[in-house]
């Protein structure tokens, strides 16, 4: 297909290594028992270590970036990967109270190496190829993931929830090396002045000359709390209807088997279409996944509403990532990323204890809310569309500006 071979060779090799990683990186799904497991915490201390893990990971998110456009998104990737490995790979060998620097250190480095990543794809693809290469990361990301939790779970019970550690932290610095080996460099490399991309002087200018963007953020915010309550307050709302957790995990099931099917396709056969209105369809069906709820509590309701929520994310998800990029100017392409990666993962600290709380206290206004506020976060990206900055290509690349590289990222193939 047309649309697969814009891909360059070496990102499709990174998305193997990414698909290899993903596929033993399953030890946050097991942090809370191997907490209260092995380590003994009582589930309010292991509740804390893994709220802090979690805002580790947020900030990795929101920072990574600055660090990749000041010191390169290839040098920061590997630098957190390694660290990250490393981090990973001492956690069985730590005393517990360690624990609570390691793990929020290890999901920092871990945001941050999920910003650069984005950030050194957004910088090799050239733009109108984007959107299939975010699928295609995407794709081995999922793919990865798929196979994962099941071999953590034969690993943790067979043997020692230590080995999932060491398994992801041996991926990680696999990840590292593999990287290093199929992404190069620029050939020629130019210094950062500091008058140039310090702090948030360089993005917020930008940001505002792009007020789609500034809709688009907020709006992804919103629906990430609404979309992630399909991992906390989903699996009790089906619990307490009879549903027991073989219904749930079949219904994650339908979640990974679409997004498998259908992410990289949808990503082909819509590359030309307008970005913001895909989005907005995206968010919307997301909001009428959890509104498929209010017709009853029931496997086939519960189904649709997986259907319909996999079904909007493999739309806003890549395409959102890739408009990102597209408008980023290239000397805060990083901060641009790191500003959506941050957005995009929000709902991994806020779903849990906002919807929790809700649903302890009223229990049936948690879908009509939930398909309230992804209907104002579509709305809001499809009134943006309407404007005319929305529309409009993002601006040449500034060839006076220290940080855009004379050349592109050059990359080679082992």
């Avoid at 079949?250 to 056969?269: D, H, R």
Wanted: charged share 10%; glycine share 12%; proline share 7%.
């Amino acid at each position: 297909m047309r649309g697969l071979r814009d891909i360059p060779r070496p990102i499709w090799l990174l998305a193997g290594g990414t698909f290899v990683n993903m596929v033993v990186s399953v030890s946050f799904a097991y942090t809370f028992l191997y907490l209260t497991g092995p380590r003994a915490l009582d589930t309010a201390e292991a509740g804390i270590l893994s709220g802090a893990a979690g805002l580790g990971l947020l900030a990795g998110n929101f920072t990574g970036g600055w660090y990749g456009d000041h010191f390169g998104h290839r040098r920061v990737l590997l630098a957190s990967a390694a660290l990250s490995g490393l981090t990973l790979l001492a956690v069985p060998a730590l005393p517990t109270p360690a624990l609570f620097a390691a793990l929020p250190l290890a999901q920092y480095l871990s945001g941050t190496q999920r910003a650069s990543s984005s950030a050194l794809v957004a910088t090799t693809v050239p733009e109108g190829s984007r959107r299939q290469a975010f699928a295609l990361m995407r794709a081995a990301s999922n793919g990865g993931f798929t196979l994962g939790p099941i071999l953590g779970a034969l690993v943790a019970t067979h043997f020692s929830y230590d080995w999932l550690y060491v398994a992801e932290g041996a991926g990680s610095l696999g990840l590292a090396c593999w990287t290093a080996r199929v992404v190069r460099a620029p050939a020629v490399p130019k210094r950062v002045e500091a008058s140039h991309g310090s702090g948030l002087g360089g993005v917020w200018p930008a940001l505002r000359a792009r007020p789609a963007v500034l809709v688009l953020l907020p709006s992804i915010v919103v629906i990430d709390v609404v979309y992630r309550q399909q991992y906390s307050t989903f699996p009790v709302f089906l619990a307490d209807h009879g549903m027991d957790a073989q219904v749930y995990g079949s219904l994650l099931a339908i979640n990974g088997g679409m997004l498998l099917c259908l992410e990289l396709p949808l990503a082909l056969g819509l590359r030309r279409r307008s970005p913001l209105r895909i989005v907005g369809t995206g968010l919307l069906l997301v909001a009428g996944g959890y509104g498929a709820l209010l017709l009853g509590a029931g496997v086939v309701t519960a189904a649709v509403m997986m259907a319909l929520l996999t079904l909007g994310e493999a739309l806003y998800k890549t395409t959102a990532t890739a408009y990102v990029a597209d408008q980023a100017p290239p000397h805060v392409q990083g901060r641009f990323q790191s500003l959506y990666a941050g957005a995009s993962i929000s709902g991994v600290v806020l779903s849990a204890p906002l919807g929790g709380a809700l649903y302890e206290a009223a229990p049936n206004a948690l879908w009509p809310l939930c398909a309230i506020l992804g209907a104002l976060a579509a709305a809001a990206v499809l009134l943006s569309a309407r404007g005319r900055t929305a529309t409009t290509p993002a601006p040449a690349p500034d060839r006076s500006s220290p940080e855009t590289p004379p050349h592109p990222v050059s990359l080679r193939t082992p």
